[in-house]
């Protein structure tokens, strides 16, 4: 099994700054793949990014290309998202996912931590 707890939320006023983390622990040996996905309220999970686990492979959605960066520290396990010129409509539940060997499909999914962009 594998755990993932993010942090790093908040409330932050647009054109502002975050950094998302995401822990994982576990059996991390497994994994192929870790990403960032969100959800709004009342709208489906988007996919972020995603970065290959112990190596620099990754890979943006078209609408955070640019603005968000994933990274990770190996040492630490831990996965990072950079969200830089926040927008308003970025206002959602933030949260990694880990997959064992696919860039589409997860296998572990944690919580999420809250994003709130205020105008």
């Known amino acids: 099994q594998v755990q993932l707890v993010e942090s ?5 006023q647009a054109g502002g700054s975050l950094r998302l983390s995401c ?6 040996d497994t994994l192929y793949t870790t990403a960032w996905f969100r959800q709004a309220a009342g709208e489906e999970r988007e996919f972020l990014a995603v970065k290959r686990w112990r190596a620099s492979d990754t890979y943006y959605a078209d609408s ?7 990274s990770a520290d190996d040492a630490l396990n831990t996965v990072y998202l ?6 308003p409509e970025d206002t959602a539940n933030y949260y990694c996912g880990a997959s064992k060997g696919s860039y589409y499909n997860y296998d572990y999914y944690g919580q999420g931590t ?3 962009v205020s105008p």
């Open 82 to 87: 950079q969200l830089n010129n926040l927008k």
């Open 114 to 116: 809250q994003v709130t």
């Open 23 to 28: 822990v994982v622990s576990g059996r991390t």
């Open 8 to 12: 790093g939320g908040g409330l932050v």
């Open 64 to 70: 955070v290309k640019g603005r968000f960066t994933i």
